[in-house]
């Protein structure tokens, strides 16, 4: 484990092992994986999970601590897609869960569950469209 901690295969075998397990959450429900990879010119999200017209952003960073950098992505396709940033996912090779206004941090250890986490965001957008709709 040491070799690979300064690999510079570090980074993409990470990512490969977050985004694989997130394919796998979905189908040990027997639903397929709605999860595809974005790029553009200069621009790139890991893995951007879509369902019914939601897009859930999920950017993989094998880095134990945090940095401010690593929401860009993020940001970008949050803006270009107009959504709330907080549909976005940072997985990251630390062990902190933290909701931010720029999106949800998940250490590694918590990624199994990100299937979970999008259900849970999708029944709360689902309950406000409700509550906004019986005010009218």
């Known amino acids: 484990l040491n070799t690979l ?4 295969f570090r ?3 990470f990512e490969s092992l977050i985004l694989a397990d997130i394919v796998k959450q979905y ?3 027997g639903m397929r994986s709605p999860l595809y990879y974005w790029r ?3 621009h790139e999200v890991d893995g951007i999970v879509d369902i019914d017209n939601m897009q859930f952003p999920i950017e993989v960073k094998s880095s ?3 940095s ?3 929401f860009k992505a993020l940001e970008y396709w949050s803006e270009i897609a107009q959504i709330n940033p907080e549909q976005s996912f940072l997985v990251y090779g630390g062990d902190r869960m933290q909701e931010r206004t720029k999106g949800t941090v998940v250490g590694w250890k918590y ?5 979970k986490m999008i259900d849970k965001k999708i029944e709360d957008h689902i ?3 409700r509550k906004a709709h019986n005010k009218e």
Do not use: C, E, M, Q
């Open 64 to 66: 134990t601590d945090l």
């Open 127 to 129: 309950v406000a469209l």
């Open 5 to 8: 901690a300064f690999s510079p």
């Open 111 to 115: 990624a199994g569950n990100i299937k």
């Open 40 to 42: 553009d010119r200069g």
């Open 68 to 70: 401010a950098n690593f």
């Open 11 to 13: 980074g993409p075998l």
């Open 27 to 29: 189908a040990n429900v």
